[in-house]
């Protein structure tokens, strides 16, 4: 028999009405009792980390479910999080990198209706998300509308559907249907290692999407302020140099020892800087580049790696490293 462990952050999936809109208010204990079936597959204990709208989420509260899962990880065989669905990609993937050598499943879960009504996608997920954790495959997973993502590829591109996450530029690791786990391919196993936390993290990044008519000055702001910078540039990884000249003061940037990452604001199939003169100007030697990975990895990886160095050229490394699936070379 499994023994799982729940916590719970909040979200959707634990809220309640109130005066001013939906709010988390159902307790960890009572998740479980909404659900219809008892299996005696597994053993469940619940612990609430925290009661908030992911809306909230901050980079600090990542390291507290990340301890929380450490601090737990020999007494339990793996570990549900419910959590809401706006910032999910987002802790997905940061546990994903501070969480090194998990061999236990840590799963992600939530839902687009609260579990206290009627008609919910929650009971599904829940389900699903435990029927996963017992399955004893290692790594981090979102698990959602039965389907089993990979946590450094999810994103969220609906808000009100039922299959809210998608998998971008990675498959789906595998569909649940009826209780039943059908993967897609074979799963690639962690080395035995013991569990490492590494989460060290320097929340000093910014991310900025591109547009046409942004002043270059403002990335005057951004370089006092910020340690790190992730770059949504257009297409196959465009920087405009003609007009306003947001290129030149992207190399200051990297010359002044502030990190970039450049990735683009097309969901599908990365960047390609090599392609076009309007990403070959950049300096080369110290941008890092993000090919197929997902802003909402690239934004706390960036964390975690200027978390251990703020030397761009290590940072640009640690990157363009592949950790966890998160990008493909």
């Known amino acids: 028999m499994k023994k799982l462990l729940l916590l719970t952050t909040g979200g959707t999936i634990a809220s309640v009405e109130s005066e001013n809109g939906l709010a988390p208010g159902v307790k960890a204990e009572d998740l479980l009792s909404y659900l219809n079936e008892i299996n005696a ?3 469940m204990d619940t612990k609430s980390l925290m009661s908030i709208d992911s809306t909230n989420m901050q980079p600090e509260y990542w390291v507290d479910i990340a301890t929380a899962i450490y601090e737990n990880y020999d007494q339990y065989d793996g570990f549900v999080v419910t959590h809401g669905t706006d910032t999910m990609a987002y802790t997905s993937a940061a546990l994903s990198y501070m969480l090194q050598n998990p061999d236990k499943p840590i799963v992600i ?4 209706i609260p579990i206290t009504f009627k008609k919910t996608d929650a009971k599904k997920n829940i389900t699903d998300a435990i029927r996963f954790a017992c399955d004893g495959v290692g790594g981090v997973y979102v698990v959602f509308d039965g389907r089993v993502i990979q946590g450094t590829r999810a994103i969220k591109l609906r808000t009100k559907s039922y299959d809210a996450f998608e998998s971008i530029n990675y498959p ?19 080395p035995m290692k013991p569990l490492k936390l590494d989460a060290s993290l320097n929340t000093d990044v910014c991310l900025l999407k591109l547009h046409p008519g942004l002043k270059p000055e403002f990335l005057d702001a951004v370089k006092s302020m ?7 540039s257009y297409g196959s990884g465009g920087i405009p140099f003609e007009g306003r000249n947001l290129l030149e003061k992207i190399n200051e940037l990297l010359e002044e020892g502030i990190s970039v990452v450049i990735t683009t604001q097309c969901l599908e199939e990365g960047e390609d800087m090599s392609v076009y003169e309007v990403g070959r100007k950049i300096n080369q030697e110290l941008v890092a580049r993000s090919r197929n990975m997902n802003t909402e990895a690239i934004v706390p990886k960036l964390m975690w790696a200027l978390g251990k160095t703020t030397d761009p050229r290590e940072v ?4 363009e490293t592949p950790i966890a699936e998160d990008l493909v070379i």
């Not at 910020?226 to 949504?232: D, L, R, S, T």
């Open 172 to 190: 789906y690791i595998a569909s649940i249907e009826n209780h039943q786990i059908e993967y897609n391919s074979k799963v690639k196993r962690t």
């Open 226 to 232: 910020y340690k790190g910078v992730v770059i949504e």
């Open 316 to 319: 640009k490394k640690i990157m």
């Open 109 to 112: 879960t939530g839902s687009q």
């Open 41 to 43: 597959e597994y053993t």
